[in-house]
């Protein structure tokens, strides 16, 4: 099972700041099979980035995606308040999908 | 624009099976292009996929190994929608389950269903 570890596990920032969330595979994750969600709370994760660096449909051009093999990056260039939330990433390989343990974006 | 709509009882008892549907919108179960997914969040688990069924001229099903020997996803294509069955549940079933879609390109899930809180109590 490719195990995903998110860090930092809490984020601390302030609107209009830059967020650099991590997530680290502890094996290659195939054809960039990574994809970002976003969580809110009482709500389904949505998603926000697939294939390592493709926005999904109607997701801001703050939001992008980096990485390959086993490291990935999210960076949200300019928090807005409504970006403070939930993120996990996911992958896919060997018939089988892992998220990692999410990091939480809050307000500073 | 693919939807989700979840249904099921939101209370099970020890022992008995947990059974949940999702029904599809925007989209077919038997699409050669998707597959489709059950995954559950607990605060002690996190997000947990439990697996999945898709067609490929034939059904097909992956589950996951912590769940394999008690776990059920059938299709059903004259409504549409695809079914969980969770057999013999304990407290520890207890989550928010979730159905979701996920493309044969990129394997995303995308668009998640609403959710469903299922507590396993007596």
């Known amino acids: 099972e490719n195990v995903l570890t998110q860090s930092p596990g809490t984020l601390s920032l302030s609107p209009g700041e830059r967020a650099t969330l991590s997530c680290r595979a502890s094996?290659?994750?195939?054809?960039?099979?990574l994809a970002w969600h976003q969580q809110k709370p009482g709500q389904a994760p949505r998603l926000l980035i697939y294939?390592?660096?493709n926005r999904a449909t109607g997701i801001p051009d703050r939001f992008s995606g980096s990485g390959s093999g086993t490291d990935f990056t999210l960076t949200i260039s300019r928090l807005e308040p409504e970006d403070f939330a939930v993120y996990y990433c996911?992958?896919?390989?060997?018939?089988?999908?892992?998220f990692g343990q999410g990091t939480k974006l809050e307000i500073k | 624009q693919v939807q989700m709509q979840q249904s099921g009882p939101g209370l099970v008892k020890p022992s008995q099976t947990l059974s949940l549907t999702c029904a599809i919108s925007?989209?077919?179960?038997?699409?050669?292009?998707?597959?489709w997914n059950w995954i559950r969040q607990s605060p002690s688990r996190g997000l947990e996929w439990l697996g999945r069924?898709?067609?490929?001229?034939?059904?097909?099903?992956d589950y996951a190994m912590s769940v394999k020997s008690r776990i059920t996803i059938n299709p059903d294509t004259s409504k549409n929608q695809f079914s969980l069955q969770l057999n013999s549940v304990t407290p520890e079933d207890t989550a928010v389950y979730y159905c979701?879609?996920?493309?044969?390109?990129?394997?995303?899930?995308?668009?998640w269903g609403q959710g469903t809180l299922v507590i396993v109590s007596s």
């Open positions: 979701g879609r996920a493309s044969s390109s990129w394997m995303e899930f995308d668009p």
């Open positions: 925007g989209d077919t179960v038997s699409s050669n292009s998707a597959t």
């Open positions: 069924t898709y067609y490929r001229s034939m059904w097909y099903n």
């Open positions: 094996q290659s994750v195939s054809s960039n099979y």
């Open positions: 294939g390592a660096s």
């Open positions: 996911q992958q896919y390989g060997s018939s089988l999908y892992t």
